[in-house]
């Protein structure tokens, strides 16, 4: 998939199934990138991933996939530097309040409906394709909100009506956590929290999305009808199926050892 189309795709609706890259190696994205995933989530939040690290595995995969970059902080700098290595968009963290939102979406916007610093570096090709990224880059770039606070909830029928929020990223445990309720999912008052969330997005055409460590833990997500689908991570699938090759080979060795 193109990085240019992400954002339209979003809009439009469709189920955009992802994974999270934490690793800072471009060989990493690469792999995840073959397999076939509609975009990448490059963790800069949680992740050890610095900005040398965005830019090697955005040049390493190119076009060929899109790479949405959860900022280390909703904040202007950030935002500016990772869209300048042509990030295909952006998620901000820990966004809270309506004001917050509206900065983020200032800070990636270019003149006249933002204030996104001018640059030359590798989204304007160096320079080469200066005027061409800012024509555009209004109309491609994705910017996402994640609501992961109990405030941003409070607030969410405000957020999703801010002109240029493309999509709200939902942090369910996070979401717990400041309910005082960390991980339990099922607990009616976090419930009735995340569906607060839902019922905003879907009454306002806001596209949603969730993360999961699993195929199956998103899966209720999607039926509910979720589109920015994130489920696994780099380092839990690794570890995940070198576990299970472990366990198969260990089968097979001791059943070659039983008289």
Request: hydrophobic fraction near 40%; aromatic fraction near 6%.
């Amino acid at each position: 998939m193109k990085t240019s189309t992400f954002r339209h795709r979003l809009r439009d609706g469709d189920t955009l199934l992802g994974t999270i890259v934490t690793l800072p190696m471009a060989a990493t994205a690469e792999v995840l990138t073959e397999v076939g995933f509609d975009w990448l989530f490059l963790d800069a939040e949680h992740g050890s991933l610095e900005y040398s690290d965005i830019l090697s595995i955005l040049q390493a995969v190119g076009d060929q996939v899109s790479c949405i970059v959860r900022l280390p902080a909703a904040e202007e700098v950030p935002i500016k530097k990772v869209l300048d290595l042509g990030a295909a968009g952006i998620i901000a963290p820990q966004v809270n309040k309506v004001e917050q939102a509206r900065d983020v979406v200032r800070f990636a916007r270019y003149s006249p409906t933002g204030s996104r610093g001018v640059g030359l570096a590798r989204a304007h090709g160096y320079g080469m394709r200066f005027s061409e990224y800012l024509e555009s880059a209004n109309d491609q770039v994705a910017v996402i909100v994640q609501v992961e606070h109990i405030e941003a909830v409070e607030s969410i029928e405000e957020i999703v009506k801010i002109e240029g929020i493309d999509g709200i990223m939902l942090g369910p445990y996070d979401l717990s956590a400041s309910l005082g309720k960390m991980g339990q999912l099922d607990d009616p008052t976090v419930v009735e929290a995340i569906s607060k969330v839902t019922r905003a997005c879907k009454s306002s055409g806001m596209p949603i999305g969730v993360f999961g460590v699993s195929a199956e833990s998103v899966l209720p997500y999607m039926q509910d009808g979720y589109n920015l689908i994130l489920a696994g991570v780099d380092t839990m699938l690794l570890a995940n199926a070198a576990k299970g090759l472990l366990k198969e080979l260990q089968s097979q060795k001791e059943n070659k050892t039983q008289p």
